[in-house]
């Protein structure tokens, strides 16, 4: 058993249609992203990310003695409930009286009143900007699962010649064709990683990672001869690469290479100067082949897992 607080310092209001967060919380979010660090398009990126979730996902509500305090914008799917965001309009201390209360309640929420079995979040991968450990500093005892998200950077020459290897026999590049997203996201929840396979994302939730970055004049399918997707690369012009996948069985035959060189050679010849990309700390053969084409760890950053024990209760 895990005992909750007993106090009464607010309450969670659940607000079902997008876009009902109160004015004054959404400003207090956009001024402090505009006056954190970072750079100001990463802020835009940000922002624009932001505006689009508000719109689109449900969201809770903590408000005490009538003034919202705090929002939490999640998504939740096959048992699955994901944080997108959240934001208190100021220093809720102490934590104790006033931000433990409202997570918690946020976890019963997801608990009795969506039947989640699954919680995670990327909130604070997102930027320096505005993470913070939010679920582990709160409510350490629930014991959430830390996965490590190298952050990695290599600078573009746009001078440089890239050479592209060749694939093997039988196999092409494409350009991605939307009709192809499903076939790619069945692909990347069957490879996985360690968080993928930790929680279980299936074929939907991976589709929505992958539409988050998805540039189809960018992004490109390796197929065999039969016209399946064995790899991909999703990237957008801005040069951030948010999935590398190839398929087990093809692994360890260059597809990989080709496809970060290809990546590469296109944000060169768009005069992007810089690509980035997260890889999981423990994924050591990804991060080898990163770092053969120059990239390097700049920061790590958390992302949260916890999946609900069997016979879990609060008190």
């Known amino acids: 058993m895990v005992k909750f607080s007993d106090t009464e310092?607010?309450?969670l209001i659940h607000l079902s249609n997008p876009g009902l967060i109160p004015s004054n919380l959404v400003k207090s979010f956009y001024e402090t992203v505009e006056s954190g660090f970072g750079s100001a398009g990463l802020k835009e990126d940000l922002l624009n990310e932001f505006e689009r979730d508000s719109q689109e996902y449900p969201a809770y509500l903590w408000e005490s003695n009538g003034e919202p305090l705090s929002f939490y914008i999640y998504r939740y799917n096959n048992k699955k409930a994901e944080i997108l965001w959240c934001h208190q309009i100021k220093a809720l201390f102490p934590v104790e009286k006033f931000l433990r209360p409202a997570i918690e309640q946020l976890i019963i929420a997801f608990l009795d009143d969506l039947g989640a079995e699954k919680i995670y979040s990327f909130f604070s991968f997102k930027s320096s900007i505005i993470g913070i450990d939010l679920l582990s500093m709160i409510l350490p005892e629930l014991e959430f699962k830390k996965f490590g998200v190298e952050i990695m950077e290599t600078a573009i020459d746009i001078d440089e010649q890239f050479e592209l290897p060749h694939l093997p026999t039988g196999f092409r590049c494409t350009a991605w064709k939307v009709e192809k997203t499903n076939e790619a996201a069945e692909l990347m929840a069957r490879v996985g990683d360690?968080?993928?396979?930790?929680?279980?994302?299936?074929?939907n939730e991976c589709r929505d990672f992958i539409n988050e970055v998805f540039d189809p004049g960018m992004s490109r399918l390796v197929t065999n001869q039969q016209g399946e997707i064995v790899a991909f690369i999703n990237f957008d012009r801005k040069g951030w690469i948010g999935q590398v996948f190839t398929d087990r069985e093809y692994q360890g035959k260059g597809i990989g290479k080709y496809l970060l060189m290809y990546a590469l050679k296109s944000l060169s010849e768009k005069n992007t100067k810089k690509s980035?990309?997260?890889v999981l700390s423990s994924n050591k053969r990804a991060i080898k082949l990163?770092?053969?084409?120059?990239?390097?760890?700049?920061?790590?950053?958390?992302?949260?897992a916890w999946i609900v024990p069997p016979g879990f209760e609060l008190y």
Not at 194 to 203: A, E, P, S, W
Not at 290 to 304: A, D, H, L, Q
């Open 9 to 11: 310092e607010g309450n």
């Open 194 to 203: 360690d968080f993928i396979n930790y929680v279980q994302l299936d074929q």
């Open 276 to 278: 980035s990309l997260g």
């Open 290 to 304: 990163y770092r053969e084409f120059g990239f390097e760890s700049r920061t790590v950053k958390p992302i949260w």
